[in-house]
């Protein structure tokens, strides 16, 4: 049973187009993550959510919009795809936004835009 | 403006010997430094984690080593088996506990 879990795992779509990433957590925790890896294998954080509540919004294009149905959920859905925005993003979950920062990733979704 | 630098893209270490990982930060704020592990079509795995007050914290096979005035941390891994052939991220988090990443550096341990 995944603790995080995301879809999709792969993602190949044409600039211009809009898509979203879904993630999940069982886990119980608060705080939910987006981080990006871009080309250079750096994970940046793009957003994160405590219960629900938007705490961290990095200068991420405002293309990218996270939604938080609940706090089990935090999806990203992506306007007017870019080649750029092809990376592999990470969603992530600690128990609470003030604790030891030790994250629970997803596995990742591969994102391709041609 | 990397905060957090792994300077060795890759290392390769013969089973059974040690394998030591390095990291460099350039913010005195941060207080907390954790390691992750990443397997190849996974997410990082938390790994160890040491808190500035302390300058060694060891579970297992696994040390971590902080030197507060050399701004610099190490993981060492003794001995070094297979299964520990991953990518290893350093982070490092301050006040507002927003971890920031260093790019990771390749273990690669050969039988």
């Known amino acids: 049973d995944t603790a995080v879990s995301q879809t999709p795992k792969y993602l190949v779509t044409q600039m211009g187009n809009d898509k979203s990433i879904k993630c999940e957590q069982n886990l119980g925790h608060d705080t939910m993550y987006w981080y990006k890896q871009d080309s250079k294998k750096f994970l940046k954080i793009m957003f994160s959510y405590n219960n629900k509540e938007l705490i961290i919004n990095e200068t991420v294009p405002n293309r990218f919009s996270p939604k938080s149905p609940d706090k089990a959920h935090l999806n990203l859905h992506i306007n007017s795809l870019e080649l750029g925005d092809s990376a592999v993003y990470f969603c992530a979950s600690c128990p609470t936004l003030a604790g030891a920062n030790v994250l629970t990733f997803g596995a990742g979704s591969r994102l391709t835009v041609l | 403006d990397q905060q957090v630098k792994q300077n060795s893209p890759s290392l390769s270490v013969q089973e059974g010997r040690i394998s030591i990982l390095n990291c460099d930060y350039t913010n005195s704020m941060f207080d907390y430094f954790l390691w992750y592990k990443k397997y190849p079509a996974e997410g990082p795995t938390f790994l160890i984690s040491?808190?500035?007050i302390k300058d060694k914290n060891e579970d297992g096979r696994f040390t971590v080593f902080l030197n507060k005035s050399a701004k610099h941390l190490s993981l060492h891994i003794v001995p070094s088996q297979p299964g520990d052939s991953a990518v290893y991220f350093c982070?490092?988090?301050?006040?507002?506990?927003?971890?920031?990443w260093g790019a990771g550096t390749k273990l690669i341990i050969k039988p």
């Open positions: 982070a490092a988090s301050g006040s507002n506990y927003q971890l920031i």
């Open positions: 040491i808190s500035s």
